[in-house]
């Protein structure tokens, strides 16, 4: 029986799911759900792109789907385009979350 338990549970499976790409100028990155220091306070934290080193993103997967999503889309949109402005990064992440949701396009963590 589904409930807050096996949510639980399946987040902990999610916990340290990673995969890697590369942006437009081919710099590398880890993308990780998993949570940033405590002290840094930010639900996601994105590594300024170098070339000579695997640069990483780190996203808290303890959010709710759609905040996990969004935080996933703010990242990646540094990782790809560093110079565009923190507002600019929240509100096109917001933007693309805001409008897949409309279109009922859900994005979920898969139960396992
Ligand atoms: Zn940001």
Same mark, same amino acid.
């Given at each position: ?10 987040r ?6 990673s995969t ?12 990780? =759900?998993?949570?940033?220091?405590? /002290? $840094?306070?930010a639900?996601? #934290?994105c &590594?300024?792109? +170098? ?15 759609k905040?996990? =999503?969004e935080?996933?889309?703010h /990242? $990646?949109?540094?990782?790809? #385009?560093? &110079?565009?402005? +923190? ?11 805001r ?11 898969? /139960?396992?």
């Amino acid at each position: 029986m589904p409930g807050v338990l096996d949510r639980g549970v399946s987040r902990l499976n999610n916990y340290m799911k990673s995969t890697k790409f590369k942006n437009f100028d081919k710099a590398e990155y880890e993308i990780k =759900l998993r949570k940033p220091r405590k /002290e $840094l306070v930010a639900e996601g #934290i994105c &590594d300024y792109p +170098e070339h000579d080193r695997l640069n990483k993103i780190l996203v808290n997967p303890h959010q709710d789907d759609k905040k996990v =999503l969004e935080t996933v889309i703010h /990242e $990646l949109i540094h990782a790809y #385009i560093w &110079d565009l402005s +923190e507002t600019k990064v929240t509100r096109l992440a917001r933007s693309i979350v805001r409008i897949l949701s409309s279109l009922d396009i859900e994005i979920k963590f898969k /139960e396992r």
